[in-house]
């Protein structure tokens, strides 16, 4: 297979299939832009078996991705989309990059969900945008940045149910769209511990990356109890 791409987290391969690409998770964990680094066997495959169950979930809910099938424990098929630079962030509780630029205490509850962009570019230390920013930059019109904003905060509810049910919290997590040939937004890239923050129902133990960002835990031992409230839920 081609390799069209090479992610921090993921390789992208033409899928020989027209609109398909073909996406190999790796056994790669960073932090901080690429700033803390590690190769952590094992990862990928927890990665894409999370993922791949989330977004069986929000399609069985009515959200579409690009998501088609699982192909193995660290494959999956998906369809192909231009990505659009923006790492869409919706916030339950305060916590991370929030709590330093605002202010606000660890673990505040925001009456509403906040919806944030931050534009996708490493050169620039993926900046947080307005929607001015954002459509200046050419990335969206105002009428899209309204359509990607509402279905953030519907992938929102229907993941913080998700998380609910296997009693844990959803405090924030970050998604990508990208457009299909017919101009529409598709959710894409992926969801799993790496790209949310998740705590336990009434403590701040944490079910996602900080583990690793903040060096308190394995990061397997740490996913592969997600997984398991995830598959525990299922039966
Ligand atoms: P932040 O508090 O660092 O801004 O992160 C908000 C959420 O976005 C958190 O769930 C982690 C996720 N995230 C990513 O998935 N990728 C990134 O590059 C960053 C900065 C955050």
Redesign the pocket.
Same mark, same amino acid.
């Given at each position: 297979m081609k390799l069209l791409y090479e992610g921090k987290a993921k390789y992208i391969y033409d899928a020989d299939q027209e609109g398909l690409l073909h996406v190999t998770y790796k056994d790669e964990v960073t932090a901080g832009?690429g700033a803390k680094k590690d190769k952590v066997p094992g990862k990928g495959r927890l990665n894409n078996l999370i993922s791949a169950k989330i977004f069986q979930y929000l399609k069985e809910h009515g959200v579409k991705s690009h998501f088609v099938e699982q192909l193995s424990e660290t494959e999956q098929l998906v369809q192909a989309v231009d990505i659009i630079p923006l &790492?869409v $962030?919706v +916030?339950n509780i305060a916590?991370?990059?929030?709590?330093k630029r605002l202010g606000f205490e660890k673990g505040t509850t925001f009456e509403q969900p906040l919806v &944030?962009f931050?534009y996708k570019n490493d050169d620039l230390n /993926?900046p947080l945008l307005t929607d001015d920013h954002v459509t200046l930059l050419d990335i969206a019109s105002k009428e899209e940045i309204d359509t990607l904003k509402s279905a953030a905060l519907e992938i929102n509810q229907h993941l913080s149910a998700l998380m609910a049910e296997m009693d844990l919290r959803l $405090? !924030?997590?970050?998604i990508e769209f990208g457009r299909t040939p017919d101009g529409d937004f598709l959710l894409a890239d992926e969801i799993s511990p !790496?790209?949310? +923050?998740i705590w336990a129902k009434d403590s701040d133990q944490n079910f /996602?990356?900080d583990v690793y960002r903040e060096d308190t835990g394995s990061i397997i031992d740490t996913y592969e109890a997600f997984l398991n409230k995830l598959e525990d839920i299922e039966r």
């Open positions: 832009n &790492e $962030v +916030r916590t991370g990059s929030i709590t &944030e931050f /993926d $405090v !924030d997590f970050k !790496d790209t949310c +923050r /996602d990356k």
